[in-house]
């Protein structure tokens, strides 16, 4: 590859899509111009870090009327890059632009993407041809199968629903059937009245120990399967410092291309697998996304040949959506969850919020059809459900107060695993590449194993076991666990139980993470929250259950996930209680506010093509709002220029 295409490949990995044009495009443009024109002349990009990019034959300046004249080499940054790159796309779209000569220059400057451009047109041009790609029909676009466009995005989230359908229904349908066969069976024909009684229990260990050991060999032979943490990298842009739980050379080859590839597939469906077999505290949910979101990466790349990144990302969000869709029954809620988990601080990717939801209703309509399952509620915390018929605004108050003990809870919890996780360090099992995949699974089975032995309702993802811990049911009621009397016949009944019940699911959720098995922690944390939740309502009868114990579950799975909104809509509608909402809604987001500073996802990062966020902020001046002064007639100007100022 010569060098020149070298430089063609880097320009189209570099071009990103505009945003949708509004009204106040033409203003945005020439604010964003001015503001970097003042500073334009003290700050260049450092040499080391320039790459140069091609763009047409011609070397010209941006020219704005009104004597906005920008200097040569002027930054773009904000609305005035979009333009550019907008019209360069378009224009390579069409074929209108030459790949010869230099008049584009990148640079890094504190990890932000900066850029000047040298074309010339004025910025009436600019407009006119950044919105050239609107002015056609949704005849046109489906007849052309225009990249982005509306009739592509409703045939890619078709195609990418109805596969990722398929795939979570042939997922479940092998996951339930070893269930069933290793936690029922097998204890019915060769343990129920061929061991001793009080040694039933050793089957917990036994499986539990022998599953470990085939995940483990599964990392190792078959590769890094990855994790939600490595899904969220790559549908970012860009990757982020400190890798060290996945091979460095997958992590940069994947990463930059804002998909997810193929190639983790089996290794994830293998090793998830054996967790949930082997009875860990991580749940299917993230293996479906990781699963789902190769697969839709792979439909929009492979398929349908689609070669803008921002587009890709798109599809792999369809899949991610399908996948949590089809796993909750909440269509909204999981496909806001996919969305949400890959920020620290609300939905980042807004432009492709809703080609999402259409893909996750898709994916739940071929899910739920195939299995012949229902969209309904799977939980009964106070039969007869519902029981909260209205909502008070004390329930909302409540809600924010809880939702300040679940970001407590989940604070004591990530200081704990990251201890939990040097522990292993300092062993030696956190390699690269999953040298000691083996002996790191088989030291997290010995806390998962002897905790499950102990408190069984700690057992599995929690999916089944949230009803039961919300209700404070027998052991006996817990659907997979065997024996459920476990080593010492464990039963909630006071207070203290109830926060053994909520303490021991943290430390089998450490264990299991920390332990290199691969799951989701959602669940299990809805199952720890329900635990304290109950304990909340020993301590204060006049609670109702159902407001405890889905805000404590909110409020410690939003600490951990950043998924204030999902969450919310997914607890309330799989208990039934839609009237909870506003409740748990309240202590989601108290608990996002609290947490906002102890991020545990580390992968979770602001877009890179966002002028300023929460966490993310360019090295220039943002504007600020001041409040109206009223300025008294008759002033001089020296006086007035000192009550504007800032």
Not at 155 to 164: D, E, Q
Not at 346 to 361: D, N, Q, R, S, T
Not at 427 to 435: F, K, M, S, T
Not at 568 to 596: D, K, N, R, Y
Request: hydrophobic content about 45%; aromatic content about 12%; some cysteine.
């Amino acid at each position: 590859m010569t060098s020149q295409e070298r430089s063609t490949e880097a320009a189209d990995d570099d071009v990103r899509p505009p945003p949708s044009p509004s009204a106040s495009f033409r203003s945005n443009v020439l604010r964003r111009i001015s503001d970097v024109s003042a500073f334009s002349a003290s700050w260049r990009p450092a040499a080391s870090s320039v790459r140069r990019a091609s763009l047409s034959s011609r070397n010209e300046t941006i020219v704005a009327p009104d004597d906005l004249s920008l200097p040569p080499e002027t930054p773009l940054l904000g609305s005035s890059k979009t333009a550019a790159m907008a019209i360069h796309s378009e224009m390579r779209r069409k074929g209108e632009a030459s790949l010869r000569g230099t008049s584009i220059t990148w640079g890094n400057e504190d990890d932000c993407s900066v850029g000047t451009m040298g074309t010339t047109r004025t910025l009436k041009e600019i407009e006119q041809e950044y919105l050239e790609k609107t002015r056609t029909t949704f005849y046109n676009d489906a007849v052309t199968f225009a990249e982005g466009t509306i009739p592509q995005s409703i045939v890619l989230a078709f195609c990418i629903g109805c596969v990722c359908g398929v795939v979570a229904f042939l997922y479940y349908s092998v996951l339930d059937y070893f269930l069933e066969l290793i936690w029922k069976d097998m204890p019915e024909w060769w343990v129920v009245d061929k061991w001793p009684e009080h040694l039933y229990v050793l089957w917990m260990p036994l499986v539990t120990f022998t599953l470990s050991v085939f995940c483990g060999l599964s990392i190792f032979y078959l590769g890094e399967p990855g994790d939600l943490a490595y899904t969220i990298q790559c549908v970012h842009e860009k990757g982020y410092k400190g890798t060290s739980h996945i091979i460095p050379m997958v992590a940069a080859s994947v990463h930059e291309k804002g998909y997810k590839g193929t190639s983790h597939i089996i290794p994830m469906v293998a090793a998830s697998l054996f967790t949930i077999l082997a009875g860990a505290s991580l749940g299917p949910e993230a293996p479906l996304v990781a699963i789902c979101a190769a697969t839709a990466g792979f439909i929009s790349r492979k398929v349908f040949k689609q070669k803008n990144r921002n587009v890709v990302r798109k599809h792999t969000f369809m899949g991610m959506s399908g996948a949590l869709s089809a796993f909750f029954g909440v269509p909204l809620g999981g496909s806001l969850f996919a969305l949400e988990v890959t920020s620290r601080f609300g939905v980042e990717y807004f432009e492709h919020l809703i080609e999402a939801i259409f893909a996750g209703e898709v994916c739940v309509v071929v899910f739920r059809a195939i299995a012949d399952l229902p969209l309904g509620a799977i939980w009964e915390i106070v039969p007869p459900s519902p029981v909260i018929r209205e909502a008070h605004p004390y329930m909302i108050v409540l809600g924010a107060c809880i939702g300040l003990l679940g970001a407590g809870l989940a604070f004591i919890w990530a200081s704990f695993h990251w201890r939990l996780m040097g522990f292993f360090r300092t062993l030696g099992l956190l390699d690269d590449e999953n040298q000691y995949a083996v002996r790191r699974c088989l030291v997290g089975a010995v806390g998962v194993a002897t905790i499950g032995m102990l408190v069984p309702q700690t057992m599995f993802w929690g999916e089944f076991e949230f009803g039961a811990i919300s209700t404070l049911s027998p052991a006996s009621k817990l659907k997979n666990v065997w024996p459920t009397s476990g080593l010492i016949g464990f039963e909630m009944d006071s207070l203290v139980k109830c926060l053994i019940v909520g303490f021991s699911k943290l430390l089998a959720i450490s264990f299991t993470v920390a332990g290199g098995y691969r799951g989701g922690y959602i669940f299990p944390f809805f199952a720890a929250g329900a635990a304290f939740g109950r304990a909340f309502c020993f301590a204060f009868p006049a609670v109702s259950p159902i407001i405890a114990t889905l805000c404590f579950a909110a409020s410690i799975n939003v600490a951990i996930t950043r998924t204030a909104l999902a969450t919310s809509l997914i607890l309330a509608f799989l208990s039934g209680e839609q009237m909870a909402l506003p409740a748990v809604l309240a202590s989601s987001i108290v608990s996002l506010f609290a947490t906002g500073y102890m991020p545990f996802i580390k992968s979770q990062l602001a877009r890179s093509d966002i002028d300023f966020s929460l966490y993310y902020s360019k090295n220039r001046q943002q504007p600020i709002v001041r409040d109206s002064v009223k300025i008294s007639k008759g002033l001089d100007p020296a006086t007035i220029a000192k009550i504007l100022e800032p």
